[in-house]
């Protein structure tokens, strides 16, 4: 049974930082793509960061380009998104999700099993 439980998240004001993170079992992250999803009240969700398995090739969306870092460790068998210089938009929940496709990152309907979201909020 594969479980993806993420933690970290929180309230944290402009300017800040946070580190989520993504536990997995049922599953090895060196096998599967993982990816940070994220979705903002009346909005649709939208990749974050993802990071392939074997190759450890990762992509970033444009909005989180040189603030966000995906990272993972094997040995943990979790992957990490660390958040810096977050923006009031940055404010969602964000979903770990899993898939065994590793031909292209952080397609939505490709990601088979998702963990339950973690809130972060960024505000004053």
């Known amino acids: 049974q594969v479980q993806l439980v993420e933690a970290g998240g929180g309230l944290v004001q402009p300017g800040g930082s946070l580190r989520l993170s993504c536990a997995a079992s049922g599953l090895t992250v060196d096998h599967y793509a993982i990816g940070w999803f994220r979705q903002a009240p009346g909005k649709e969700r939208e990749g974050v960061s993802c990071?392939?398995?074997?190759?450890?090739?990762?992509y970033y969306a444009d909005s989180v380009k040189g603030r966000f870092t995906i990272s993972k460790d094997n040995a943990k068998n979790t992957v990490y998104l660390q958040m810096n210089s977050l923006k009031p938009e940055d404010t969602a929940v964000y979903y770990c999700a899993a898939t065994v496709l590793q031909f292209r990152l952080c397609v939505l309907k490709d990601y088979d099993y998702w963990g339950q979201g973690t809130q972060v909020t960024v505000s004053s």
């Open positions: 990071i392939s398995g074997s190759h450890g090739s990762t």
